[in-house]
């Protein structure tokens, strides 16, 4: 059975049992190997895309509820939001081990598509789904305040 | 010849603590040039096994060490451009094949169980001996917080030989003496401002003689090392291109998915694959056996990663649950209890006659502290990708130990070393799991039911969680005495709990291991601490879990119970926590520096302010010395709603050495922090009939970043040579907040993870 979606500005048709978790089709359907398998169960955030501009978990959406959806992966993700944070990242020098960072800037750039100048709480709020065992997370917030300081 | 070799001398170290006689005639190594020279690309020249440079000047650094968050590819890079005197912007990295010049030496003399004041002929003669030896039939691995300190010559050496070659290829050119030009930023520059590109000298520079003893750099002429300097690999971390072992992507692969023994060390009687076999893309179904440590089962290969999980799951499989069937955490967490009341013990440190300075104290206090079985839990779940082809075969995964990943493989599968290739991708978090190679052994187990085709084994969460070799439990006992004026007499301390170094010789060599193991009692017995009589022992249990390395290793748990017994005798003694220590260490400028260091930045003393909701806050110091670093750190907690226990601040100080890269040194500590607060606030697995309770983050908690505390650094400006940093920042958290914890409430919390009545 094939369903048809967008990723990445592309139209793409799948052939992959509907009842497929997205991030298995990104990842070894599509070779879109950024985003990544963490826990499973929407617990850690490393697989986290966007649907329609909103950050999803990628390992409990079903192919067929995104069917005909537009999915952006850390691979094709754009615009200023994006170019900001990983600016911010480089500067802060926020990464570690890096595993879980797609996921990490994939909730920040929803989080300032939504609110282009989130407080503290807010970023705390909206970034606590995402998971990093290195401990980043100090960094984190710095480099999404930075991101969304206006210049 | 080798693996005998290997394995006796191996064996020697286990069993003595290393005395290799006639070892020492050998002549003495280098660590510069490889066994075949290093592949190039076109138009590019290798100039040892550390440095390759291209025609167009790009300079590509030789990775010897797995890059696991702890950022080795930027600071192992500095080591070699300061003496290359490198355009930073040009140098690029590349990972290592295996030879012996990248094996760590560092990791296995540091490994000796030696207190570090310790200074006499025979423990240099051990050192050098052992020195030696590993270079010769080492591993290469990354950890023990090694990489820098061990590198820290031999790839200074590299930058520096490659720089006399190229300076001896310009001076030829311009017929000038070599001692009349410099270097600066990727160039030769002549006297009369003439300059020449490394680029374009590479070609020459390689007909030039080898330098037999490169000069090094004074450190005050160090224009790199010991700059901040921002990580080399984030641009691949933050577009999705940097290859994990999850992501090796080799043409045609196919996915295995392992039904796993729920029983820890077990494995498939018997198993019906009809129904595994009718779900669509499934390529064969085999039966693995529990390979070095690990557990075995069932794996289906499919052409599909969630196919292979669904027909993994249609599996009916009997299971002979082994010799852990009867093993569950609690009987085994009273064992060590028992042994840690009633058993003496390996002394690893002995001053004075404690038992009759207890005997003669006007008081006396005494405690038991316990740390549960943890978790590694790394963000990438276990996985490995492997391509038999019939007399050969290549190995794509994340790992600390590339020489015994191919060893691993080459076994279960039948082949000699040489004949496995091993690529070694980034790592998504090791802190010491993917120090095993049991999933390795698997894996290529695994593969060879699929001649010619790659097939990546891998793991759901719930399988890492619940088939990790993991940091072993331990429970310590102390008794202190204080004279009629309160001043410490005695420090008595018996901790007993797994050791980790025999399993690891038996399952990674296959050797019978023995002997005092250093890493039981690390962070107990190697402390700066100036004991008035003390004796610090371990009792080394054995029990049938396989237990494994975790960040830190024995600090992670001893600095726990040590700190926590220090804070108990300051309050017995009635002394501020901050005196009482410094009171310990007048021999021992370092680590007084970096406890006041930590507390002046913590402001210590002073009244610690209101949380942001208002809640009451208190503060606790910790001391601990590990992999050749001190760091204290000051943390300030406070009380939520069900006496949540939050952190909002710490102070961390570290003396490592010379500091190679500062801002590398301040992640690292900020990283520690967290990852020990992970452990302090919400580790452990609970092991029942063999098979652990925990399965993914919703009950194997790790700090999130809401719970996530600022970390203030000062790295003080240490001398010599770089000591340890990834392990080190991680564990006095622990005890700070346990301190803490009880200055806020007064209960004295003495096991881990910590709750509060």
């Known amino acids: 059975m094939t369903t048809t979606l967008k990723v990445n500005g592309r139209d793409v048709t799948v052939d992959a049992d509907p009842d497929t978790p997205l991030l298995w089709v990104l990842r070894a359907d599509l070779q879109l190997t950024g985003t990544k398998f963490g826990c499973g169960m929407s617990l850690c955030g490393a697989c986290t895309v966007h649907a329609n501009g909103a950050a999803i978990r990628s390992c409990t959406t079903l192919l067929k509820d995104v069917a005909g959806q537009d999915i952006t992966t850390i691979e094709g993700v754009q615009g200023p939001e994006i170019a900001a944070l990983r600016a911010a990242w480089t500067t802060v020098d926020v990464v570690q081990c890096g595993y879980c960072q797609s996921g990490q800037l994939m909730s920040a750039c929803a989080l300032l598509k939504a609110n282009p100048r989130p407080d503290a709480d807010a970023i705390r709020a909206a970034m606590s789904g995402n998971l990093c065992r290195c401990g980043t997370y100090q960094r984190i917030e710095e480099a999404i305040a930075l991101a969304a300081t206006p210049r | 010849m080798a693996t005998t070799r290997r394995k006796f001398i191996l064996g020697t170290l286990g069993i003595t603590g290393a005395l290799v006689i006639g070892w020492g005639l050998m002549p003495p190594r280098q660590r510069l040039t490889t066994s075949q020279p290093l592949p190039t690309s076109e138009g590019e020249v290798a100039f040892n096994g550390w440095v390759r440079i291209a ?6 650094v030789t990775l010897a060490k797995s890059e696991m968050g702890q950022g080795v590819v930027t600071s192992l890079c500095m080591l070699l451009a300061e003496e290359l005197d490198a355009d930073w912007s040009r140098v690029r990295w590349q990972q290592s094949p295996i030879d012996n ?3 760590n030496i560092v990791s296995v003399v540091d490994g000796l169980p030696v207190h570090p004041d310790t200074d006499n002929f025979a423990v240099d003669t051990v050192q050098w001996l052992t020195a030696k030896t590993m270079r010769e039939i080492g591993v290469m691995m990354t950890g023990g917080s090694s990489s820098v300190k061990d590198l820290w010559r031999p790839m200074r050496q590299a930058g520096a030989s ?9 001076a030829a050119q311009w017929g000038i003496a070599p001692a009349d030009c410099q270097t600066e930023n990727g160039e030769v520059i002549a006297p009369d401002g003439r300059r020449l590109g490394y680029g374009a000298l590479a070609a020459a520079a390689a007909q030039q003689a080898l330098p037999r003893d490169p000069a090094l750099k004074a450190p005050v002429r160090f224009k790199r090392i010991g700059q901040a300097t921002r990580r080399l690999d984030t641009p691949g971390k933050i577009d999705g291109s940097a290859r994990f072992g999850i992501d090796a992507l080799p043409q045609g692969l196919l996915y295995a998915s392992v039904r796993m023994c729920p029983t820890l060390g077990g494995r498939a009687q018997r198993h019906d694959a009809a129904p595994a076999r009718a779900v669509r893309g499934v390529k064969a179904v085999t039966a693995v056996e529990p390979l070095r440590g690990g557990t075995g089962g069932v794996a289906v290969i499919a052409d599909h990663p969630w196919r292979a999980r669904q027909a993994a799951d249609q599996l009916d499989v009997t299971w002979d649950h082994g010799a852990l069937a009867d093993f569950s955490s609690a009987p085994a967490m009273q064992r060590l209890a028992d042994a840690a009341r009633d058993e003496r013990g390996f002394a690893f440190f002995e001053t004075g006659e404690v038992d009759a300075a207890l005997a003669g104290a006007a008081k006396r206090i005494e405690a038991e502290y316990r740390a549960p079985w943890l978790a590694h839990a790394a963000m990438e779940p276990i996985n490995c990708t492997v391509l038999f082809e019939g007399n050969k075969a290549t190995v794509w995964v994340s790992t600390q130990v590339p020489g015994l990943a191919r060893a691993a493989a080459a076994e279960a599968l039948g082949l000699p070393d040489e004949a496995v290739t091993v690529h070694v991708l980034m790592l998504g978090g090791g802190f010491g799991r993917r120090l095993e190679v049991d999933f390795i052994a698997q894996a290529a187990a695994i593969a060879k039911a699929v001649p010619g085709q790659p097939v990546q084994t891998m793991w759901s969460r719930e399988q890492d969680t619940r088939h990790d070799l993991y940091r072993p439990a331990c429970v310590a006992r102390f008794e202190a005495g204080f004279d009629a004026a309160q001043r410490l007499v005695a420090w008595k301390n018996t901790s007993a709990g797994q050791a980790i170094v025999p399993q690891v010789l038996k399952r990674a060599f296959g050797l019978p291991g023995g002997g005092p193991d250093k890493t039981t009692s690390e962070g107990a017995f190697d402390q700066a601490y100036e004991w008035p009589a003390a004796r610090i022992a371990h009792a080394a249990v054995e029990l049938p879990l396989q237990v494994g390395f975790w960040r830190s290793v024995g600090h992670s748990h001893q600095a726990f119970f040590k700190e926590g017994f220090v804070d108990e005798c ?8 901050l005196a009482f220590r410094e009171s310990l260490l007048r021999q021992h400028p370092k680590q007084l520096a970096v406890l006041q260091a930590a507390a002046k930045a913590a402001n210590w003393g002073s009244p610690s302010p209101a949380a942001p909701d208002g809640a009451r806050t208190a503060r606790g110091i910790a001391l601990h010395d590990s992999f050749g670093s001190s760091v204290a750190q000051v943390a300030e907690v406070s009380l939520g709603p069900d006496k949540a226990i939050r952190v909002h601040r710490v102070w961390c100080a570290i003396d490592c050495g010379l500091a190679v890269n500062p801002a590398g040194i301040r992640q690292q500590l900020e990283g520690g922090v967290v990852f020990g607060l992970s452990a302090a606030l919400h580790g452990g697995v609970d092991i029942v009939d063999g098979q652990v309770q ?19 650094c000062v790295i003080l400006p240490g001398n010599g040579h770089p000591e340890g940093v990834g392990e080190p920042g991680v564990p006095p958290i622990a005890p700070a907040v346990a301190n803490a914890l009880f200055a806020l409430t007064g209960q004295r919390l003495r096991s881990l993870p910590l709750k509060l009545a």
């Open chain 2, 55 to 60: 025609r167009d000047g790009e300079v590509t």
């Open chain 2, 694 to 712: 925990q399965s993914n983050f919703h009950d194997q908690q790790i700090l999130r970043l809401n719970e996530s505390p600022r970390v203030e």
């Open chain 2, 570 to 577: 300051a309050h017995a003694a009635g002394v501020d926590p």
């Open chain 2, 162 to 170: 490659a720089r006399e070659m190229l300076v001896a290829a310009a």
């Open chain 2, 101 to 103: 010049i990248y094996n």
